[in-house]
């Protein structure tokens, strides 16, 4: 899998990403497991954007900002935190970073700023800071947007009944999951899989794909 990205543009679309990060040389090899979930968030990207193209109403610009750095994240070679270059951003980029981190570990469980602030030993205004300085949103607005990445998988990608998804997503009531959903793209669960099945859009994944972001 190859890829390249340019650092403008990739900063501009991937807030929290430093140029170091995006500029990196992007040819290496991913194992099996990396490069299913690699296809998969791939072939994601693409559904909404094509789903974009087609149905302009659906379009969601920030989704689409997820699902890209959800792409990079799993295609990026894993390197250990500690030995991550630690010179770029600052402490608001450092901040961030952990919570970022933390969000991908613990969306499913955490809904609320307060538990990450409380794991992460900061208080909730300086997630917040920190999150509006990477992304351009608030620290609640950026867990939501995560929240809503995997439902909106969940929903386009599975057959999992609408109780089911909330289930997989923390929400011990569906009504809740449904408030939800509904309060982020003013549309129900059920109608806005009815509305993506609708587009047309391909299901199949090729694990032979390559996958190429570029400017």
């Not at 990060?21 to 791939?42: K, M, S």
């Not at 981190?101 to 917040?128: I, K, N, P, Q």
Request: aromatic share 8%.
């Amino acid at each position: 899998m190859a890829g390249r990205v340019g650092g403008g543009w990739a900063r501009r679309f991937l807030p929290g990403f430093t140029a170091a990060e995006t500029t990196a040389p992007a040819g290496w090899h991913l194992d099996r497991p990396r490069l299913d979930l690699a296809l998969l968030a791939a072939d994601h990207l693409r559904r909404e954007h094509d789903t974009a193209a087609r149905t302009p109403h659906l379009a969601n610009a920030a989704l689409l900002t997820h699902l890209l750095a959800a792409l990079m994240l799993r295609a990026l070679p894993h390197t250990p935190e500690a030995t991550r270059p630690t010179h770029s951003g600052g402490p608001d980029t450092t901040v961030f970073r952990a919570y970022r981190s933390a969000v991908e570990e613990h969306f499913a469980d955490w809904h609320h700023v307060a538990d990450y602030a409380h794991a992460l030993g900061y208080d909730v205004r300086t997630l917040t800071r920190a999150t509006r300085a990477a992304t351009g949103t608030g620290a609640k607005t950026f867990l939501d947007q995560r929240i809503l990445l995997e439902a909106k998988r969940l929903l386009a990608h599975t057959d999992l009944p609408i109780a089911g998804c909330a289930r997989r997503l923390g929400f011990r009531d569906p009504g809740n999951f449904t408030t939800f959903f509904r309060r982020q793209t003013a549309t129900p669960p059920a109608a806005w899989r009815s509305a993506y099945a609708g587009t047309g859009v391909g299901t199949s994944v090729s694990a032979g794909v390559g996958v190429g972001v570029g400017v």
